[in-house]
């Protein structure tokens, strides 16, 4: 059974950092590209950020480039989103999800498994 588990989202000021994490299991981690994708209320969920399988791959969303980072730990099968300079139209349920894919994919289709979200809200 595979599973993605999102953690580390919360309440942060305007200008603050997160670190969230996606710890994984039931699949062979390093054989699957991950991302991040987000969702605000009343919106469609929409890409963030993606790694590709040996790390040596990342896109971004304009609307994060330069303030995340997506990282993984294939060591320890989990990916991270390093997010810094947050602002209030970051406010989103962040999910993570995992693709088979070898190339770094930006849309939601192209992904087999989703965690179930963490909450951010930036907001003062």
């Known amino acids: 059974q595979v599973q993605l588990i999102e953690s580390g989202g919360g309440l942060v000021q305007p200008g603050g950092s997160l670190r969230l994490s996606c710890a994984t299991s039931?699949?062979?981690?390093?054989?699957?590209?991950m991302g991040w994708f987000r969702q605000a209320p009343g919106k469609e969920r929409e890409f963030a950020a993606a790694?590709?399988?040996?790390?040596?791959?990342?896109k971004y969303a304009d609307s994060v480039k330069g303030r995340f980072t997506i990282s993984r730990d294939n060591a320890k099968s989990t990916v991270y989103l390093q997010m810094n300079s947050l602002k209030p139209e970051d406010t989103a349920v962040y999910y993570c999800?995992?693709?088979?894919?070898?190339?770094?994919?930006?849309?939601?289709?192209?992904?087999?498994?989703w965690g179930q979200g963490t909450q951010v809200t930036v907001s003062s």
């Open positions: 999800a995992a693709t088979s894919s070898n190339l770094v994919r930006v849309t939601p289709w192209h992904y087999n498994y």
């Open positions: 039931g699949l062979t981690f390093s054989n699957y590209g």
């Open positions: 790694i590709s399988r040996s790390t040596d791959s990342t």
